[in-house]
């Protein structure tokens, strides 16, 4: 049992939204000469009625002044409130949280705190408190989520419940009564049964009942009732921190090409250990085009799903260590920039082209001159890895089919290698980024195109171009072959241009 709940105050206790703009200012008199405009949240009174026998406390980061005030206007009762510190560390710390419980006379695991922002809930997981999400509606709740609370709640009614649930053994009990009943009525296969006790499970704020009830209606649409739907319990499952919803909203942002709105979904059901997020996330990171270490936090993930206990893991977990492997002798040979993830032989001096030794041997994969050809090819072949499928950078001019840097990748392909020359091609010639082309992305994406796809599919993919100054041709590239299905691209250049 809690014996101190302990808020935040603004957006949480009460809807200050109104005087944001005063308060990013620091308009305090402002502030208090609208505090009419606030409002205090539905049913936030009647809850702390309900808790009449524990402590209550508020801990802020706005001024004492301004919290007392606002609290006193609204008629909010409260044991202590502890404010900004002009000269101790605020929220995201927890020092606020620990001087509220000293004054309180409780420890850290009887307390529960409630915010709306993610700095509430590091400060109370860091203090050590039972930490809760305040989102008003869903407003915020894939922030509040992957920063992983105990339980996410969205209006007073359902605190009620929430605070109910962890005190009330009695409550409990009956939840898991409900949810017990329910999995007894499906093996006996009392389907009108098994609905009715999901659903009362669901309504009094059991996760994995809301999680079951959200797939259930997912397939049979017709058991709806009004506005609660399958997505309903869905995110009602996620707020209550179930792995498998937080994990299935993830799934359905990437399958729609989301992969932005789904990472943290992912990651965090990732981190509650569920196998199959663990493998997703650890699939999806190979996809990242902002790491320069995402072979070696995919091989992790992987690593962590098989020892979860997820045997499909194993193949791919083998073949993201072949590539982790791969890349780790590269690092011990080769240069590497980590802003752009090339590795490069050496540097391609522009300048002194014609007195040094390895501009020289550039130039001669330039004019295909075979005794450049074959100095590459002897520093190249040590590298390889059976089975990687090699690709090169095809050139801005679209009929020079037969390029330095094809040459030497159609023979290394020879080595136990896949010849993948044919995926990427060059369906519209472009000015030559040396001659002042334009050197973007978009650029290189716009004019090429993937073919053969079958040769890189699910393939770990060995990028090869001569020189690269600012990368954006190999990135292009790599970004087109893992549109196509690659299952890793590794960036090498012969030179990298050194001004």
């Not at 193949?315 to 791969?326: K, N, T």
């Not at 171009?465 to 970004?479: H, K, M, P, V, Y």
């Not at 960036?491 to 001004?499: E, N």
Request: net charge negative.
């Amino acid at each position: 049992m809690y014996e101190a709940i302990i808020f935040d105050l603004d957006q949480t206790l009460i809807d200050t939204s109104a005087l944001k703009k005063w308060r990013d200012e620091r308009s305090w008199d402002e502030c208090y000469n609208h505090l009419q405009l606030t409002s205090i949240y539905p049913h936030v009174q009647s809850l702390l009625q309900s808790l009449i026998v524990k402590k209550i406390a508020v801990v802020t980061n706005s001024p004492h002044v301004y919290a007392s005030k606002l609290l006193e206007y609204h008629q909010i009762p409260y044991d202590h409130l502890v404010a900004y510190q002009k000269h101790g560390r605020n929220k995201p710390y927890p020092d606020q949280l620990m001087s509220c419980i000293e004054e309180l006379k409780v420890e850290p695991a009887q307390c529960m705190y409630i915010g709306d922002d993610p700095n509430d809930i590091v400060a109370a997981k860091i203090a050590g408190f039972h930490a809760v999400g305040f989102c008003f509606g869903n407003l915020g709740l894939a922030e509040m989520i992957f920063h992983m609370p105990d339980g996410i709640v969205s209006n007073y009614h359902q605190l009620f419940h929430y605070v109910q649930k962890q005190d009330d053994v009695f409550f409990q009990d009956k939840l898991k009564g409900l949810y017990d009943h329910a999995m007894s009525a499906q093996q006996a296969r009392d389907g009108k049964r098994y609905v009715k006790l999901l659903k009362d499970a669901s309504n009094l704020g059991h996760g994995q009942a809301q999680y079951k009830l959200s797939k259930l209606l997912e397939k049979n649409p017709a058991l709806v009732d009004r506005e609660k739907d399958s997505d309903y319990y869905l995110w009602e499952a996620a707020k209550l921190m179930v792995a498998e919803a937080i994990y299935e909203i993830g799934y359905r942002y990437e399958i729609d090409n989301q992969t932005e709105l789904a990472e943290p979904f992912l990651r965090t059901s990732a981190n509650l250990g569920l196998p199959h997020a663990q493998f997703f996330f650890g699939k999806t990171k190979l996809k990242a085009n902002d790491s320069s270490a995402k072979a070696n936090v995919s091989h992790r993930w992987m690593k962590k799903s098989v020892t979860s206990g997820l045997e499909k893991g194993q193949s791919m977990l083998e073949q993201v260590s072949r590539i982790v492997a791969f890349e780790a002798d590269l690092d011990n040979r080769l240069f590497f920039e980590r802003g752009t993830s090339i590795y490069y032989l050496d540097s391609y001096l522009p300048e002194q082209r014609f007195e040094d030794f390895f501009s020289q041997e550039i130039i001669k994969i330039k004019d295909k001159e075979e005794s450049g050809i074959l100095y590459f090819l002897e520093q190249l072949e040590s590298l390889l890895l059976k089975d990687i499928a090699i690709c090169y950078v095809p050139s801005s001019d679209k009929e020079n089919l037969d390029s330095g840097i094809r040459k030497i990748a159609q023979r290394l392909s020879t080595k136990q290698a896949i010849d993948a020359t044919n995926c990427l091609v060059r369906y519209q010639s472009k000015e030559k980024s040396s001659l002042g082309g334009d050197r973007s992305i978009e650029a290189h994406m716009n004019t090429m195109l993937v073919e053969n796809k079958g040769k890189i599919v699910g393939k770990h993919v060995l990028l090869l171009d001569d020189i690269t100054t600012s990368g954006s041709a190999l990135i292009a590239s790599e970004q087109l072959l893992m549109q196509a299905g690659a299952l890793h691209v590794t960036k090498l250049a012969l030179g990298r241009t050194k001004s």
